[in-house]
């Protein structure tokens, strides 16, 4: 079991590039395509890249789909912390998104089950996620799902690990509300992209340590069509790249 395509280039331009031509291409093949989407540093450059080359391309959104991974959980709407915040500031006004078109989950609700159930109903509605971005925890989480979340589980909400929240914003809920790992799974292809050297530790248990659910994302070895990109930083403790 393998990951499908491993990609490693010079440093996080390159890597940003790649990842918004694999978007491009994605949304030319199939204009109503449904996207899965991730926040986090990573991909700040990455969704300028986009944005650029959208500009550049002249693609049109009119008929895209995007559900992002995860939210904060207690953070009213509008909050500079929440997800919603980031999304629309790096990429959906820049794209100019339409609100009819995404989706997000809303973590200043008080009845979270029936706003992750209503979530999955979405994405079952618009047919399936089609191409799913991720970025990767420090401890190997993807979305919120923390070390010990189950392959099988779904959108819920979660409690973040003391980790987790040190290294994402300052003074960040305790909880969150995230796409499970099996939804996650769910999505017909996967770009997980990984930049700098503080995330090669976590790269290189994905790719050659086991399949646990200790570490989330080696979750993505039993997903068919999965391609992780990585600068030279991130890919650095990997053992073997030529195994892959
Ligand atoms: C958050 C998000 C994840 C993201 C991770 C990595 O925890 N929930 O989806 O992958 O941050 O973020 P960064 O790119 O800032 O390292």
Redesign the pocket.
């Known amino acids: 079991m393998a990951i499908n395509k491993l990609i490693i280039l010079k440093n996080k331009e390159e890597a940003a590039r790649r990842a918004a031509e694999i978007f491009v291409e994605a949304i030319q093949r199939k204009p109503n395509l449904v996207l899965g989407l991730?926040?986090?540093?990573?991909?700040?450059p990455i969704y300028r890249e986009i944005v650029k080359l959208c500009g550049k391309k002249k693609i049109s959104f009119a008929g895209v789909k995007t559900f992002n991974?995860?939210e904060y959980f207690g953070l009213k709407f509008g909050d500079k912390r929440s997800?919603r915040y980031y999304m629309n500031r790096n990429f959906f006004s820049k794209a100019g998104m339409g609100e009819g078109k995404i989706f997000m989950l809303n973590g200043d609700v008080k009845d979270f089950r029936r706003e992750c159930l209503d979530y999955e109903r979405e994405i079952r509605k618009a047919g399936g996620i089609d191409l799913l971005f991720?970025?990767?925890?420090?401890n190997g989480?993807?979305?919120?799902n923390e070390p010990g979340s189950s392959f099988a589980s779904r959108t819920r909400r979660v409690k973040?690990t003391e980790s987790?929240r040190k290294?994402?914003a300052v003074g960040v809920p305790g909880y969150?509300l995230?796409m499970g790992i099996g939804t996650i799974l769910g999505a017909r292809k996967i770009v997980l992209v990984?930049?700098?050297r503080?995330?090669s530790l976590v790269v290189r248990k994905i790719i050659n340590g086991e399949i646990t659910t200790r570490v989330p994302a080696s979750a993505l070895r039993r997903h068919k069509n999965t391609t992780v990109i990585l600068d030279k930083d991130a890919a650095s403790g990997l053992k073997n790249n030529k195994k892959i």
Do not use: R
Request: glycine letters at 16%; proline letters at 3%.
């Open positions: 991730p926040t986090g540093k990573t991909f700040v991974l995860d997800f991720l970025g990767i925890g420090l989480h993807i979305g919120f973040l987790t290294s994402n969150a995230t990984a930049t700098g503080n995330k």
